[in-house]
């Protein structure tokens, strides 16, 4: 492998819901076979129309006591519609399972980059089936075979900091599994498994930048195309050791 290149797409607008977002990438850049588009899930979620007005929501007595005078009461309760285990808590900080299986935090509801002041951002209903439908997109108006991948900024469990991670797929090899591989030194491995869609996840993070609303952007010379989603980089929960 001789490297490969993480170009983010710039110049698109504020998104709302309804907007052509394939059609947005591609007057932006040329793609090709082989592709990888990545897109922070932010994007994905307002043209979708997964923001909540919290003007709307009325908090439940469990969502005023997580918010222990320190959170809006509203937004713990979107938090808690949008969760199906409280996984940890110290309030007013939610760790939580969603109804995809991912377990982040808030259960992915954020107030940052949102298009208007009282409103939050929801994850997409199915990530994976967002990442379909953009690749088939794109496949129409460019004819190029291109993976596609939703991300989402996470933290991680004894590591500072977070990271963008594929929480979407199509398209693409997300998951490297060399289990029955010999090393150079000829030893078998047994449970080795690459999470390449979280790796593309995090490279294309360094270009979009939290505050530079840079929301794509295309990773090219890799060969991940492949038949995977994003739901192949959960855990089950019984197999979850950090239960």
């Known amino acids: 492998m001789s490297g490969f290149s993480v170009t983010p797409v710039e110049g698109l607008p504020e998104l709302r819901e309804g907007d052509d977002l394939a059609?947005?990438?591609?007057?932006?850049?040329?793609?090709?076979?082989?592709?990888?588009?990545?897109?922070?899930?932010?994007?994905?979620?307002?043209?979708?129309?997964?923001?909540?007005?919290?003007?709307?929501?009325?908090?439940?007595?469990?969502?005023?006591?997580?918010?222990?005078?320190?959170?809006?009461?509203?937004r713990?309760?979107?938090?808690?519609?949008e969760s199906t285990e409280l996984v940890r808590v110290r309030p007013p900080l939610l760790i939580a399972r969603t109804k995809h299986g991912f377990v982040c935090g808030s259960a992915g509801v954020d107030a940052s980059n949102a298009?208007?002041?009282?409103?939050?951002?929801?994850?997409?209903?199915?990530?994976?089936?967002?990442?379909?439908?953009?690749r088939e997109e794109l496949r129409e108006r460019t004819g190029a075979n291109v993976g596609v991948i939703v991300t989402d900024s996470f933290g991680r469990p004894w590591r500072a900091g977070t990271t963008d991670v594929a929480i979407g797929a199509a398209g693409v090899e997300v998951l490297r599994i060399l289990d029955g591989?010999?090393?150079?030194?000829?030893?078998?491995?047994?449970?080795?498994?690459?999470a390449l869609g979280d790796e593309i996840a995090g490279a294309a993070q360094l270009v979009f930048g939290?505050?530079?609303?840079?929301?794509v952007a295309v990773i090219r010379g890799l060969?991940?195309?492949?038949?995977m989603q994003g739901a192949d980089l959960?855990?089950?929960?019984?197999?979850?050791?950090?239960?």
Do not use: N, W
């Not at 150079?184 to 491995?189: F, H, Q, R, S």
């Not at 959960?234 to 239960?243: A, G, H, K, M």
């Open 181 to 194: 591989e010999r090393d150079p030194a000829g030893y078998e491995l047994h449970a080795t498994r690459m």
């Open 23 to 74: 059609g947005l990438i591609v007057e932006r850049t040329e793609l090709e076979d082989g592709d990888v588009v990545v897109v922070a899930q932010k994007a994905v979620s307002k043209v979708e129309g997964r923001v909540v007005a919290l003007a709307g929501i009325e908090p439940s007595e469990q969502a005023v006591e997580l918010a222990a005078g320190l959170a809006d009461p509203r």
């Open 234 to 243: 959960v855990i089950p929960p019984e197999t979850d050791l950090f239960r």
């Open 115 to 134: 298009p208007e002041p009282e409103t939050v951002v929801l994850l997409p209903l199915d990530s994976d089936a967002s990442a379909a439908r953009l």
């Open 76 to 81: 713990i309760q979107v938090i808690l519609d």
């Open 210 to 215: 939290k505050l530079d609303r840079v929301p």
């Open 223 to 227: 060969d991940v195309l492949g038949d």
